[in-house]
């Protein structure tokens, strides 16, 4: 790859497509390589509907939404993006901020922060700060990876006892709902919300070409259509309404209708949340994926991957969306099917959305429930043990740093728990990280093909 000098040049080389990353489709059968990637985008759209729903939904936003951003964000991802490998969706780690603006604007509102996000993330491309937002420590992404498994997990207590009311997005409320609401749990929708986590967690294990989670979304739907049908599960639809199958809808970004100091600094306050998410988990899915590709052309563009980031959350929620940035597991299900370039990623944009609207009128015919099950399987696998044990090979400052983000993340929101947990690390570790040799944390390829949902 020919160094980019100047500003404009770097530009030129971002905007094209073909820039490098297509160049395994030429090693070997050419054809047999084009096969592979469709493959991979099929099997990858089918895993990743009933995630993108379940993430929509506990964002506070309608399902049809997580399916038509998932699918734009793939494409987008693919053509600008600075991964041969990496497939783009909504993740787990967006849910709290996505749901902190919803909770208090509309949805376009939400397109405008996520416009200022996106153009943040095109400027740290432009201006080349991919390796300095790579310098994040490694104890402080687990810890924040540890806080946010627990927020999903809390989030979803409502859809698991099977009532219809929605529950605060603090964790507190969240706790006082169960303890004051404990009697009123549908015995039915607790057991098909852990029947939809066993099934996704025994099935993922047997097989990758499985698209466990749509599996367990069919068991839902077939419990909820025969022989649990008389029994109070509330349906996609009973919270929802029917699923639209007309995808392509615009909508424009809009200031809230108040705009005062207050206003002022949510907005900037959340889209500085997505930006930091978006740049810290994209840049970690990139370098995943060329350990696990075991990739020796050319490496993932830091820089590249924040300009296509940028983009994906710029178009995304336009198409009626929301933010996305790159999925962990999804990368890794990509890779292990035999993906080889960006062409994947294209053929998951095609396929979601044709399976999708194939399936509209049976998706919003599910338990939530079931979508409860599918997130707390998500949840269940955001943390792995083996990096938890990396942190703790590390030093008591690490270590330190690692439960402090977990902890506050669920206590004080996102931003000021990574953001405090940043500048701790900033003004402490010349004397507190003494460890004389600490060797750069890596996830080894087991790790990452094991990696669970974001």
């Not at 977990?406 to 003004?427: D, N, Q």
């Amino acid at each position: 790859m020919q160094k980019q000098d100047t500003i404009l040049q770097r530009i030129a080389f971002y905007l094209n497509p073909n820039d490098g990353r297509f160049e395994d489709l030429n090693k070997g059968n050419k054809t047999h390589n084009i096969i592979k990637d469709l493959t991979a985008g099929f099997i990858v759209a089918a895993v990743a509907i009933p995630l993108a729903m379940g993430f929509a939904m506990a964002s506070g936003l309608r399902p049809e939404q997580g399916i038509v951003g998932g699918a734009i964000a793939g494409l987008m991802g693919a053509l600008f993006g600075g991964s041969k490998y990496q497939v783009y969706g909504p993740t787990a780690a967006l849910i709290p901020v996505i749901a902190g603006v919803m909770a208090r604007y509309d949805h376009r509102v939400l397109v405008l922060i996520s416009f200022i996000a996106g153009f943040m993330l095109i400027l740290s491309g432009i201006f080349k700060l991919g390796k300095v937002i790579e310098k994040v420590p490694h104890s402080i992404v687990v810890g924040f990876t540890i806080g946010i498994a627990i927020v999903i997990a809390f989030s979803q207590i409502g859809e698991v006892m099977g009532v219809k009311e929605k529950i605060g997005y603090g964790i507190i409320d969240q706790l006082n709902f169960v303890f004051n609401n404990i009697s009123r749990a549908n015995v039915y929708a607790v057991m098909l919300a852990l029947l939809t986590f066993a099934i996704c967690k025994t099935l993922i294990k047997i097989s990758t070409f499985i698209p466990a989670p749509l599996i367990g979304l069919a068991f839902g739907f077939i419990a909820g259509q025969t022989f649990w049908s008389d029994n109070g599960l509330v349906l996609i639809k009973d919270k929802y309404g029917s699923i639209p199958t007309d995808f392509f809808v615009i909508t424009g970004p809009q200031l809230p209708v108040t705009m005062d100091a207050a206003t002022i600094f949510n907005i900037i306050y959340f889209a500085f949340a997505i930006y930091i998410v978006c740049a810290i988990e994209s840049l970690l899915c990139s370098r995943m994926a060329d350990r696990l590709a075991n990739n020796t052309g050319q490496p993932f563009h830091p820089n590249k991957e924040l300009w296509g980031q940028g983009w994906v959350n710029i178009f995304t929620p336009l198409f009626n969306g929301f933010p996305h940035t790159g999925a962990l597991a999804r990368t890794a299900v990509n890779i292990r099917l035999g993906a080889v370039s960006p062409l994947a990623g294209i053929a998951k944009f095609a396929f979601k959305l044709l399976m999708a609207a194939f399936l509209a009128t049976y998706l919003e015919q599910v338990p939530m429930a079931c979508i409860g099950g599918i997130l707390l399987y998500v949840a269940s696998g955001m943390a792995k043990m083996k990096e938890i044990k990396e942190v703790f090979a590390m030093n008591r400052f690490h270590i330190f740093l690692m439960f402090y983000t977990a902890v506050m993340v669920p206590v004080t929101g996102f931003m000021t728990a990574v953001v405090s947990a940043i500048v701790i690390y900033i003004i402490s570790y010349r004397w507190f990280d003494k460890q004389e040799k600490r060797e750069e944390v890596h996830h080894t390829i087991k790790e990452a093909e094991e990696v669970a949902q974001y």
